[in-house]
């Protein structure tokens, strides 16, 4: 029985996809100009800020991403309402779920300090019991330990959650810590080539309307 909802933020919750690649591409071209496409970065959509800008650093010649991070950080707080926009139904289905007695958490690829603010500008923050961010671990997904590390504060197994998300980085995330993977299809569908998500829906409301039924019927 699911007992326990994780959810990614960018993409998933919020409508911030081309905001967040607008940030990346911003400092990517400062230090690395031309390197990257936007194509490139729309398809690495959902990886690690730090992962990638680890290796925007690499291609500058810098000696670490210190400098790099700074730049996108000061990017992202000057800009950072463009990033809190909710997709449809996500606060009226959270609100659903939760009152169906699921407990619901956040585990973002995103810093601390922006998935806390987001959050609250967007008036969801009081609806999640956890909230796992890439400060609070040693490794973001695609790794394993994000997920884990939301079930071990929530004092569930895997066989009680779900991970939910837009991107192959949450799919092998969720493959990893053995959680059944959920894929909301907001950009349009994707080609599943390896780490095949367990369950896809178009949107919020066709997820939440199959999740109150099924916490109904007392099934999967």
Do not use: C
Not at 172 to 185: D, N
């Amino acid at each position: 029985m699911i007992t326990v909802l994780l959810f990614d933020l960018d993409g998933t919750l919020l409508d911030s996809r081309d905001a967040v690649i607008d940030a990346v591409a911003f400092t990517a071209n400062e230090y690395a100009p031309g390197l990257f496409s936007r194509e490139e970065l729309v398809a690495r959509f959902g990886e690690s800020f730090d992962d990638f800008l680890a290796a925007v650093a690499a291609a500058a010649g810098l000696p670490d991403k210190s400098k790099v991070l700074q730049k996108y950080f000061a990017f992202v707080r000057q800009n950072h309402a463009q990033h809190v926009r909710l997709f449809p139904y996500v606060r009226e289905g959270l609100e659903k779920l939760r009152d169906a007695g699921y407990a619901l958490a956040i585990v973002t690829n995103k810093q601390r300090e922006f998935a806390v603010d987001g959050l609250e500008m967007a008036e969801i923050d009081h609806l999640f019991d956890v909230i796992v961010s890439v400060d609070d671990v040693s490794r973001g997904k695609p790794s394993a330990e994000p997920v884990q590390k939301a079930l071990a504060e929530l004092g569930k197994q895997p066989t009680e959650a779900m991970m939910i998300g837009d991107s192959r980085y949450d799919v092998l995330a969720a493959v990893g810590a053995g959680v059944q993977a959920v894929v909301l299809e907001w950009y349009g569908k994707e080609e599943w080539s390896y780490a095949v998500p367990d369950f896809t829906y178009p949107n919020f409301q066709a997820f939440v309307t199959e999740m109150l039924a099924v916490k109904t019927e007392g099934g999967r």
